[in-house]
């Protein structure tokens, strides 16, 4: 007779075994209606999954996080019963969940066109809409066998014959004539999957292996409700205008071409915005008390073979050779830093000695993972690294955290989710160890008042660490700063300082990167702020134009004090209407147009409009550059009259 304990602690007890629907049922008739699957003394079930002994119970609902999960494996299935009807010869692969959605890998003898892909999620749309039944069936690992050999499923027999024991007994879902095979769980009927949309095709090959067949991917997104949806597809347009390829294109930033995949050509404009952001961390570095250094491009494949990087790095990176020796162009910069933290004898009193480099590193990612400026092979890390004594540990972590918010806020991102990752299962060091740096970790995160997920076991193999992931006006995850505790690479390396007690010891190193790499970063807010930068950072900051060419040389005397004062400023004394200068600037995103007429030259002003069209009146040249020398010092994110 089992007693059901429910999130209230509230009691049910039952004179028979129950499924999570029945507990639901026994509950309400609207609970029983929304019910999707329920978690098990923590773990997800199925809603026809039976419950024998005494447990605790939720009910998972579409309202829950897992709820939507299961709404998208379960529309990956309906894919599956689509594509299965459309083209029955077709072979199925896999059709897991990812962010906001699904994919199925399918094996099909030709290529899908859109116009498949229409008559494909039209298909779908029908089945989910007769709101049939879901069945599970578990079942002997030989009777899966035997079902998908029926079937002709080559891809499903292979995951039974190398993941899947002959002892376990896999679920079969059953989707009216169509199976498939799942650790669930799955809704129990397809209302919960009517609000999706396919999205794209690409090419994957079978068990991400190029020396496997390539398969179709087929890419979905599925919502528990219409709005969800919309305003999931609302974020993709939104996401497409502000695509940094495309803005980067339009205002001259940066070109990627087939000669260098994975490198940036950065165009003046461009860089104008990659040396502000360095130097504005270049500022960061000096209050924060760091030194800046910089390493070689490349070293000995002997010092990768002693970091451990050649053996278990080394498709990811770059070698060449000279004079019978081998080097591989640095993919990171920590054993650099450790090679000049070792130049000389060091002592307690040189720690906590903190190490900053702009490092310019190159990973051989593969070409397809390469996405504009978001994802490269060539990029300069901000990256630090912080040599300290133990006890040091925890307030170093807690300047860094400081620095991090510091940093993130000055660009606008006040929407930062944080993970502490702890200790693996494989890992170095004493259990004394990881549980003080595990300890000063979540002490430097409370001491900042900073909330935290704990990702047990997720940790590196030699230090706990913690993430922070940006979300963006469109909500999306960046996933850029790191803080990481390592006690391998310094032993490894020989790194020691001389103890109070006269001993030599091996400091712990803090990894600690805060944008990731500048090309990402640069990537991230062209997209946050959709090209409209911040005055400090628009690599033109005011366009001054004429009328008419009697006020030329009065545009070039602005122009010359502006560029005094240090502002990037230009000309503009084409003879064109204004107009049509100013809709140009406004495209181009320049933040302050500059207008001189008859009657500013009289006045000895200028008059003043923002790129979003606002009048700003009229300023003496004197005026004009102390406001914008203000607001670039103060780095604000907003122009001169925006609330």
């Not at 075994?17 to 029983?32: E, F, H, K």
């Not at 030599?504 to 946050?528: C, D, K, N, Q, Y």
Request: proline content about 4%; overall charge negative.
């Amino acid at each position: 007779m089992p007693i059901i304990t429910l999130p209230d602690g509230s009691q049910r007890q039952f004179d028979h075994p129950v499924s999570v629907m029945d507990v639901a049922q026994s509950i309400g008739a609207g609970l029983a209606k929304a019910t999707i699957a329920g978690r098990v003394n923590g773990e997800r079930r199925d809603a026809s999954d039976i419950i024998h002994e005494d447990a605790t119970l939720e009910i998972i609902t579409a309202k829950d996080e897992d709820g939507l999960e299961i709404i998208r494996h379960s529309t990956a299935h309906l894919l599956g019963h689509a594509i299965k009807q459309l083209f029955p010869n077709v072979k199925m692969a896999i059709g897991p969940t990812i962010d906001n959605g699904f994919y199925y890998d399918i094996d099909l003898d030709r290529s899908l066109t859109q116009e498949d892909i229409d008559a494909l999620e039209k298909r779908m749309l029908e089945l989910a809409k007769t709101n049939y039944d879901v069945v599970k069936k578990p079942v002997s690992w030989q009777e899966a066998r035997d079902t998908f050999e029926r079937r002709g499923e080559p891809y499903k027999m292979a995951i039974l014959d190398e993941n899947i024991a002959k002892t376990d007994t896999p679920a079969l879902y059953h989707h009216e004539e169509y199976i498939d095979m799942c650790r669930g769980p799955h809704v129990p009927n397809m209302r919960f999957c009517h609000h999706f949309k396919l999205m794209k095709v690409a090419g994957a090959y079978w068990r991400g292996d190029s020396k496997n067949k390539m398969l179709q991917r087929v890419y979905g997104t599925a919502w528990a409700d219409k709005k969800q949806l919309a305003d999931y597809l609302h974020r993709l347009e939104e996401a497409a205008k502000r695509d940094h390829r495309k803005i980067g294109k339009a205002l001259d930033l940066f070109h990627m071409q087939e000669e260098a995949p994975g490198m940036v050509f950065w165009h003046n404009d461009g860089w104008t915005i990659f040396r502000e952001l360095e130097t504005f961390v270049r500022t960061k570095l000096k209050q924060y008390d760091y030194q800046e250094v910089k390493g070689p491009f490349m070293m000995d494949r002997v010092l990768w073979e002693k970091t451990g990087h050649w053996q278990n790095y080394g498709d990811l990176m770059f070698t060449t050779s000279s004079e019978n020796r081998e080097y591989a162009i640095k993919p990171m910069n920590c054993p650099g830093h450790i090679q000049i933290f070792n130049q000389g004898l060091k002592s307690y009193r040189d720690l906590p000695l903190r190490m900053a480099e702009f490092g310019s590193c190159h990973r051989n990612e593969p070409s397809g993972s390469l996405h504009g400026i978001m994802r490269v092979r060539g990029f300069t890390q901000d990256d630090a690294h912080i040599f300290c004594m133990p006890e040091q540990v925890e307030s170093e972590v807690t300047s860094c955290i400081k620095m991090v918010y510091d940093i993130y806020s000055t660009f606008g991102f006040q929407n930062i989710k944080v993970k502490l990752s702890t200790r693996p299962e494989n890992s170095i060091g004493t259990d004394e160890m990881w549980a003080k740096a595990e300890a000063d970790l979540a002490a430097a995160l409370v001491t900042n008042g900073l909330e935290y997920e704990i990702q047990e076991g997720e940790g590196a193999f030699y230090g706990p660490k913690i993430e922070f992931t940006l979300h963006d006006c469109l909500d999306r995850a960046w996933q850029c700063g790191t803080i990481q505790l390592d006690f391998f690479l310094p032993e490894r390396l020989n790194a020691t300082y001389v103890a109070e007690d006269n001993d030599r010891r091996t400091p712990v190193m803090i990894h600690r990167a805060i944008l990731g790499s500048l090309e990402r970063f640069i990537g991230i807010i062209t997209e946050e702020y959709a090209g409209f930068f911040p005055s400090w950072l628009a690599p033109t900051q005011a366009v001054v134009m004429n009328i008419t060419d009697s006020q030329a040389d009065y545009v070039q005397q602005v122009v010359n004090a502006l560029s005094d004062a240090g502002i990037r400023v230009k000309a503009d004394l084409r003879n064109e209407k204004v107009g049509f200068k100013i809709r140009e600037h406004t495209l181009r995103r320049v933040p302050y147009m500059l207008v001189c007429g008859d009657k500013e030259i009289e006045a000895g002003k200028v008059a003043v409009r923002t790129r979003k069209g606002a009048d700003l009146g009229t300023f003496t040249i004197a005026e004009f550059t102390e406001l914008l020398k203000n607001q670039v010092r103060q780095r604000e994110l907003k122009l001169l009259g925006e609330e």
